[in-house]
């Protein structure tokens, strides 16, 4: 259109140009117009996108010149000064309350207790049990007690949907992501990659959760291709002509049934091919894997005392409450020590861990005795610290006592015992 003529070549020179161009003119949605608006900022450039985008592209920041034409007509007229278009409002998507809430959980106080510490801390979770149990119902209810996201994860978690086209018109959202993939996900899915390195779901779930329900009927490779981000908290996508490295910081919540047939350990059952029922089925999760899950509950189905009886469980809000005040203590206790890019436990790095979570004398002895009869791995004694850091930030407690460290230790026995048993 400058080449015509059509267009002021020299106005064009300050504008970054995005956009896919229809045969009738209008200028339809592209993806990765927020971190390009970035880039376009940064070089001091405008930008020129198309309308749909516009609201995303605004959250570059107040002082950069957008245009969000329709169409190749309506940016002519604007150079031509008869109809001169208006900057973008950048647009956040409204938190419509409906999140599913825990007080439709019956019984299950111990599990509702570890997705409490779980989001408190960040950590990972695991939950084993017999069908019709309430893990799924539980897993969905975490997003509820989640603390929002903080400006500057907003941030990047709006640019990677930005660049997987997943911002649904252009508008932003301070609620954590949290990505459920149906166990047929395949590699490309779960991690990125494609022809053009979309981001995966692992990256999707960034500053959020990855719900893996049905854990073992994921295929063994998919699974063990999390041990990398869920080690580093990125995501390396190599291909032969380019890497892209994507960030996955995430708090993985899966789910599974203890056996084939699903009733492993409950009373008065007995699987009809005996324990190489548990067996079988647990071996598809690689130890490594298990290694990085720092709480594993059992959660046992709901008796129908707990079904009938009128419900007494605590509303979502009143643990997200507490959740909030146990991360502010720990966003508070990193900035302090210097890693204002920390906000979790789980975040931390292994020197920064034993410098904070010190336990006292008699929790010292404990996680010593636990460690030599459970054969920790260094992974695990470290991951076990955390978890009791958290428990201790959840009570308010400066020094990790001997009670959280037990409560930890707990959390890690849980397969490795039934494993043993069976
Ligand atoms: N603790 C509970 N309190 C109230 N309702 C429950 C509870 N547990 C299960 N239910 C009921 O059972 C249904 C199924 O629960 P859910 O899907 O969470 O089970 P699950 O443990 O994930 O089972 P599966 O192993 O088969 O996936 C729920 O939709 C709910 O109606
Ligand atoms: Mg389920």
Redesign the pocket.
């Given at each position: 259109m400058a080449g015509l003529g059509a267009m002021p070549a020299d106005a064009l020179q300050s504008y970054v140009v995005l956009g896919e161009l229809s045969l009738d003119g209008t200028i339809t949605h592209v993806a990765g117009v927020l971190p390009a608006a970035i880039a376009a900022n940064r070089q001091e450039k405008g930008l020129i996108c198309p309308a749909p985008c516009g609201p995303e592209a605004a959250w570059a920041g107040s002082d950069i010149d957008i245009l969000a034409p329709r169409s190749l007509i309506a940016l002519a007229n604007h150079f031509r000064g008869t109809q001169v278009l208006t900057r973008p409002e950048p647009a956040m998507q409204a938190n419509a309350a409906g999140l599913p809430d825990l007080a439709d959980i019956r019984g299950q106080e111990s599990a509702r207790r570890a997705l409490e510490v779980a989001a408190a801390g960040g950590h990972n979770l695991m939950m084993i049990g017999p069908p019709g149990s309430g893990?799924?119902m539980l897993a969905q209810r975490l997003p509820s007690i989640l603390p929002p996201l903080l400006p500057r994860e907003l941030l990047e978690v709006s640019m990677i949907a930005s660049i997987a086209g997943e911002l649904t018109g252009g508008k932003l959202t301070d609620r954590r992501p949290f990505r459920a993939p149906h166990h047929s996900a395949s590699m490309a899915a779960m991690v990125g990659g494609g022809i053009r390195a979309r981001p995966g779901e692992v990256s999707l779930a960034h500053h959020g959760v990855l719900f893996l329900?049905e854990f073992p009927e994921f295929t063994p490779q998919v699974l063990d291709s999390l041990r990398q981000p869920l080690e580093t908290g990125d995501c390396m996508i190599a291909r032969a002509n380019h890497r892209i490295s994507y960030p996955a910081q995430i708090q993985l919540v899966a789910?599974m049934n203890p056996c084939r047939c699903g009733m492993a350990g409950e009373p008065g059952h007995s699987c009809a091919r005996g324990p190489r029922c548990r067996l079988d089925y647990q071996a598809r999760i690689s130890g490594p894997l298990l290694d990085r899950i720092d709480i594993r509950i059992d959660v046992p189905a709901v008796s129908a005392t707990d079904l009938i009886r009128p419900s007494v469980s605590e509303d979502s809000a009143s643990v997200a409450q507490r959740v909030a005040r146990a991360r502010s203590i720990q966003k508070r206790r990193f900035e302090q020590l210097g890693f204002p890019s920390i906000t979790t436990n789980a975040q931390c790095s292994v020197a920064l861990i034993e410098q904070v979570a010190q336990p006292d004398g008699p929790g010292l002895a404990l996680l010593q005795q636990a460690s030599e009869q459970m054969r920790f791995s260094a992974r695990a004694y470290h991951r076990v610290l955390k978890v009791a850091r958290t428990l201790a930030d959840l009570e308010g407690q400066e020094t990790v006592g001997r009670i959280h460290l037990a409560e930890a230790i707990s959390y890690r026995m849980s397969m490795d015992s039934s494993t043993l048993a069976a």
């Open positions: 893990k799924s329900d789910a």
